[in-house]
């Protein structure tokens, strides 16, 4: 059974850093893309960023290109979202999330969810 943990989450102010993780247990996850997606409130859950896992090919939204990186430790099974330069509008629930094959973007095409990290950023 896949489980998704996410942590990091917490306040910050506009302009400052954080950095996501989410641990990844009950499968060998080298055929595996790993996403990040976030949901503010009253609002539909958007795409962040993704990566494949076997070879590091990324892909953001343009809402966050140049401010938030994503990466893998293979070794740890753990994805990380680094979020420099942040604003208020990242204000979100950030979830972690996993599908098997090509990189997609849409939340639907994700089949495994982690119960998600607030992060706040305030003006």
């Known amino acids: 059974q896949v489980q998704l943990v996410e942590s990091g989450g917490g306040l910050v102010q506009a302009g400052g850093s954080l950095r996501l993780s989410c641990a990844a247990s009950?499968?060998?996850?080298?055929?595996?893309?790993m996403g990040w997606f976030r949901q503010a409130p009253g609002k539909e859950r958007e795409f962040v960023a993704a990566?494949?896992?076997?070879?590091?090919?990324?892909s953001y939204a343009d809402s966050v290109k140049g401010r938030f990186t994503i990466s893998s430790d293979n070794a740890k099974n753990t994805l990380y979202l680094q979020m420099n330069s942040l604003k208020p509008e990242d204000t979100a629930v950030y979830y972690c999330?996993?599908?098997?094959?090509?990189?997609?973007?849409?939340?639907?095409?994700?089949?495994?969810w982690g119960q998600g990290t607030r992060v706040t950023v305030s003006s």
């Open positions: 999330a996993a599908r098997r094959g090509a990189v997609r973007t849409t939340p639907g095409e994700f089949d495994y």
């Open positions: 009950g499968r060998t996850f080298s055929s595996y893309v």
């Open positions: 990566i494949a896992w076997i070879y590091g090919g990324t």
